[in-house]
């Protein structure tokens, strides 16, 4: 009877002690989240505003940016409809306000500019968009266990985030030319779990980072600005389409394309002008012709 009152209270408190390490452990991790997150809204919340907005922009001209669809100026491409970060940032440089509606800057009365706002590796300093980031997936990811040459090895373990030394019982994964190492059995499990929520990798630079810490920078130079299109651009006509008829906008009359027929783009859409006179009228007041 002793005996198993003795052997009973030992398991029992085993399993308690087994159940608070375990605790503890969740806990830890738990709260350091909700820590970091908390701290990341008060930041924005203090004076930094933005909105998203739609763009088309051309995949291989990325300076082209319109609010409208259309064609790319440059190389006839269908725009692709983007959703860009913009804010109305103050125009002082070292000046932080960013506002979602237009106005006056609140510290400095200056008179707020529509931009975009990029965001830069903390790392390497290079622009890159979210959507760039190098990401494993599930089937990328396989353990391994460490070589000799990496036992002693300070490393940091992605899941954790602390450093921590390799012993012969590590296990790792390798990715993109870079081998992460696991500092316990419920990373090695969360690792395999949710690889690309601990495996995040900068495109320029090959480094870790920490898609909160991008540095979020509005561009406040005017070319950041959507231009509005104002004047048309013109491009020479192909060989495919010498020989076939046209309609010169300015004219109103078809003729014959040849070679030195011109191609006017105006708003994302082409038009075909029979002579130099008419490309000079066409450039004047494209919106006289158009209509
Ligand atoms: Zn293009
Ligand atoms: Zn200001
Ligand atoms: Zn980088
Ligand atoms: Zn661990
Ligand atoms: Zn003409």
Not at 128 to 133: A, K, M, Y
Not at 164 to 192: H, M, P, Q, R, W
Request: proline share 6%; aromatic share 8%.
């Amino acid at each position: 009877m002793k005996k198993n009152y003795i052997f009973f209270s030992i398991l029992l408190s085993f399993l308690l002690v087994g159940n608070k390490v375990t605790a503890m452990m969740c806990c830890h991790a738990g709260e350091h989240h909700y820590e970091e997150k908390v701290g990341k809204k008060k930041a924005k919340a203090e004076i930094k505003e933005s909105f998203y907005s739609t763009i088309y922009t051309c995949p291989m001209h990325p300076e082209i940016q319109q609010e409208k669809p259309g064609n790319c100026p440059k190389c006839k491409m269908e725009l692709q409809k983007k959703q860009i970060l913009m804010t109305y940032a103050c125009p002082e440089e070292d000046c932080e306000i960013q506002k979602a509606k237009p106005g006056k800057c609140p510290k400095c009365g200056k008179e707020l500019i529509k931009c975009e706002i990029k965001s830069f590796c903390q790392k390497c300093g290079e622009e890159v968009e979210e959507s760039q980031l190098i990401k494993p997936k599930k089937e990328d990811i396989k353990l391994r266990s460490v070589k000799n040459e990496e036992i002693g090895k300070k490393v940091f373990c992605p899941v954790m985030k602390k450093e921590f030394v390799v012993s012969k019982k590590t296990k790792a994964v390798d990715y993109n030319d870079k081998s992460y190492y696991l500092c316990c059995g419920f990373c090695e499990k969360e690792i395999l779990k949710n690889p690309q929520k601990y495996i995040i990798i900068c495109p320029r630079c090959g480094e870790q980072v920490n898609p909160e810490d991008l540095k979020q920078k509005p561009i406040k130079s005017l070319k950041s600005e959507v231009p509005k299109e104002e004047k048309p651009t013109f491009r020479d006509v192909t060989t495919d389409e010498i020989g076939k008829e046209a309609v010169c906008v300015v004219m109103n009359k078809k003729f014959k394309v040849s070679q030195k027929a011109k191609v006017a783009v105006y708003k994302g859409k082409e038009y075909y002008l029979c002579c130099p006179g008419c490309d000079t009228e066409f450039i004047e007041d494209p919106e006289k012709f158009i209509k």
